[in-house]
């Protein structure tokens, strides 16, 4: 984490996690990559019983793109859109109502 906050990558990275995170759950609940978050949420959502709107919190609480991030920030949001990837990777995987 402390090399990419040297290299000042860190928005680089949030936003290859949150990309691959829509892609994921596009992929899960048949719709295009480019549908927006808040509709993939929804779907999601609908589809697995749970509530993922802290998503999009996530997302704005990296700064959308521009924010100056500390550390600790950096490693929480990383952490959390990573956790949110595997753990729709593993449903992905289970789900008999996906198509693989």
Known sequence: AGLFQQAKVEQF??????????RIMAELIH???DTPPEQLIFAV??????EYQPILKLYSASGGLS??????QFLMIA???DAYRKEFLAWKKSSP???R
């Open 13 to 22: 990275v949030l936003d290859n996690l949150w990309h691959d995170l829509l």
């Open 31 to 33: 719709l295009p990559v």
């Open 45 to 50: 959502n609908r589809l697995t019983g749970k």
């Open 67 to 72: 924010q100056k991030l500390s550390l600790k």
């Open 79 to 81: 952490s959390k859109l």
């Open 97 to 99: 109502f996906v198509n």
